[in-house]
């Protein structure tokens, strides 16, 4: 299977720990997304990278969270010092930039800050 | 980016069509209209897009109004794994600026 890939699915941790999430795009596509999503609201914006370049960040997200994609190909979310309202689903996607943009989800991160 | 309104929730009976609507009355001429349905626990799937003209693909039919104001979806024989959120959103100039909002919940009832 080419889909894109997200690691870990679930991930519980405690509160004031850092926390790594990675996402492994379909290859061709050089644009990636990261989205987050709490229950019962729709996947909400928060980064994307145009090849390794990050060209836009929410302001969702906070100094806490950072964002790689250091060879334009996989992605890292890391988010510093966790606070339980960072629980939520992390959605990875990606497309080929263009006007018949279609964006490819991973099946996301679930996490839960104690 | 046009701002989308859909009805929060609908039932349909399986082996019916499902009608789902949106409105998108701030559309410009060159916003496209997507389609995405999102089945419990995974990432939202793209099912179907279009500018201006109907479109059909093997998940679905989209149906845009002349004026291109409002779109329907149509899964013209619901099944049970058709039961998800679908959302309609126009992204124009990129998916950075899009509210996918709370969607549809579509409920096929056996």
């Known amino acids: 299977d080419t889909g894109v890939s997200q690691d870990p699915r679930h991930k519980i941790t405690k509160r004031g720990q850092n926390v790594t999430f990675r996402c492994d795009p379909i290859s061709e596509h050089n644009r990636l997304y990261w989205y987050r999503q709490t229950l019962g609201q729709g996947p909400e914006f928060l980064t994307y990278f145009q090849n390794e370049a990050q060209l836009e960040k929410s302001r969702l997200l906070s100094d806490r969270f950072s964002a790689e994609r250091p060879k334009g190909s996989f992605s890292t979310l890391e988010i510093q010092r966790t606070e339980q309202g960072d629980s939520a689903m992390y959605l990875c996607a990606s497309s080929l930039p263009g006007p018949n943009e279609k964006l490819f989800f991973g099946s996301g991160t679930q996490l839960s800050v104690l | 980016d046009a701002k989308t309104t859909q009805p929060p929730s609908m039932d349909c009976a399986e082996g019916r069509a499902a009608n789902l609507p949106c409105n998108h009355s701030t559309i410009s001429g060159n916003e496209y209209v997507y389609w995405y349905r999102q089945i419990h626990s995974q990432g939202p799937q793209y099912i179907i897009h279009g500018l201006k003209n109907n479109e059909t693909n093997e998940m679905a039919s989209l149906i845009i109004t002349e004026d291109r104001k409002s779109s329907t979806l149509i899964l013209p024989h619901a099944t049970l794994r058709d039961t998800a959120v679908y959302y309609c959103?126009?992204?124009?100039?990129?998916?950075?600026?899009?509210?996918f909002g709370t969607g549809t919940k579509l409920q096929v009832i056996p």
């Open positions: 959103i126009a992204p124009s100039g990129g998916y950075q600026k899009v509210t």
